[in-house]
């Protein structure tokens, strides 16, 4: 059974909780919290202070998207704030083992993020340190940008190197999600799909998550 976690960067900023509150209802498992600063991105959106103010209205895994540079200074404020797992890039950790042993010693579950161009060996020497591997099939920085197939090889790859590894890894794709898209990174490996406006354009994000994990059994 699939994951679904919804990105809230598609979300109507100006009534969030009750978006946040539709897609709960409707059965999502995750939410997707995309952090941007501007910097490793082109774009600027979240920061704690709205994770803070969405935590108590929310059961919801907090599933947090650092697409920022120097991460760790912000380990410790999105985990105070309600962060349950905490995905960085590999892209911007120059002691990626030091950072993903200082998600966990806070309390949360540790995630790396790979662009497009990255490739999975980065994950070959810290087995044991990771929760999650998040795939980015597009490049990252903004909603609604059309799915990458160059990456679907990488999900086979990387299912291969965790089942070697051994131990509860998920692979968590982001960028392109929908109905097309789900049944050919199902089959490649993925358990957690990240969706923003296949959920949030949608007439009915209830009818869309549910058309989500409908096409994951195809898959
Ligand atoms: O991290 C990102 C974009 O950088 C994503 O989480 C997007 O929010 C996905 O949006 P869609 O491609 O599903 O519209």
């Not at 900023?13 to 995750?30: N, S, T």
């Not at 952090?35 to 803070?52: C, E, K, L, R, S």
């Not at 131990?167 to 929908?178: A, F, L, R, S, T």
């Amino acid at each position: 059974m699939v994951k679904i976690a919804p990105s809230i960067l598609s979300a109507d900023f100006a009534r969030l909780l009750e978006d946040v509150r539709r897609v709960e209802e409707a059965g999502a498992d995750y939410l997707h919290i995309d952090v941007m600063d501007g910097h490793f991105v082109p774009n600027i959106t979240i920061g704690p202070a709205v994770v803070a103010a969405l935590r108590p209205h929310s059961r919801l895994v907090f599933d947090v998207h650092l697409m920022i540079e120097e991460p760790d200074r912000y380990i410790d404020p999105f985990i105070q704030a309600g962060a349950d797992l905490i995905t960085v890039h590999a892209e911007t950790c120059r002691h990626l083992h030091r950072t993903l042993n200082c998600i966990r010693e806070k309390g949360g579950r540790a995630g790396v993020a790979l662009n497009p161009a990255t490739g999975p060996e980065v994950l070959q020497y810290l087995p044991g340190l990771f929760d999650l591997v998040l795939v980015m099939t597009v490049n990252p920085g903004f909603g609604g940008q059309a799915f990458i197939p160059q990456t679907l090889p990488k999900i086979k790859d990387l299912q291969r190197m965790i089942g070697e590894m051994g131990g509860n890894v998920e692979i968590e794709v982001d960028g392109g999600i929908g109905p097309s898209t789900v049944p050919l990174v199902v089959q490649a490996g993925a358990g957690v799909l990240v969706a923003g406006s296949a959920i949030f354009n949608a007439p009915d994000p209830a009818t869309a998550i549910r058309e989500i994990r409908e096409a994951a059994q195809r898959g």
